[in-house]
């Protein structure tokens, strides 16, 4: 079960840390990643990374260099920091995880089975 906090209202250019929580055990053995979906639009994929804490992350073009995926697994979390946000980026976002997935794969959003429940992020003056 992975259980989401964070999100909420910023301004432009400002920063937002969303979390993610994951109940269970084996965490450490799962690739994990943020999607987001904005209204009328398909679920999209934001950053991923692999199972091991500071190990191989990957990103969309349009957040590289601006968000940052990281987990630790002592705490069975996962975090996605947000900087420099636009209102392009409002969005509800969601944290997911999957044992035995590829970094290759880990952009697509059928290749997950656990999903947070989504937090909405508004970016707006």
């Known amino acids: 079960q992975l259980v989401q906090s964070g999100g909420g209202l910023v301004q432009p250019g400002g920063s937002l840390r969303l979390s993610c929580a994951a109940s269970g055990s084996a965490f450490s053995s799962y690739v994990v990643a943020w999607f987001r979906q904005a209204p009328g639009k398909e679920r999209e994929f934001v950053a991923s990374?692999?199972?091991?804490?500071?190990?191989?992350?990957k990103y969309t073009d349009s957040v590289r260099g601006r968000f940052t995926i990281s987990r630790d697994n002592t705490e069975n979390m996962v975090y996605l920091q947000m900087n420099s946000l636009s209102p392009e980026d409002t969005a509800v976002y969601y944290c997911?995880?999957?044992?035995?997935?590829?970094?290759?794969?880990?952009?697509?959003?059928?290749?997950?089975?656990?999903w947070g429940q989504g937090a909405q992020v508004t970016v707006s003056s």
């Open positions: 990374a692999t199972s091991w804490s500071n190990g191989p992350t």
């Open positions: 997911a995880a999957d044992k035995n997935l590829r970094m290759s794969d880990s952009g697509r959003p059928g290749a997950y089975d656990y």
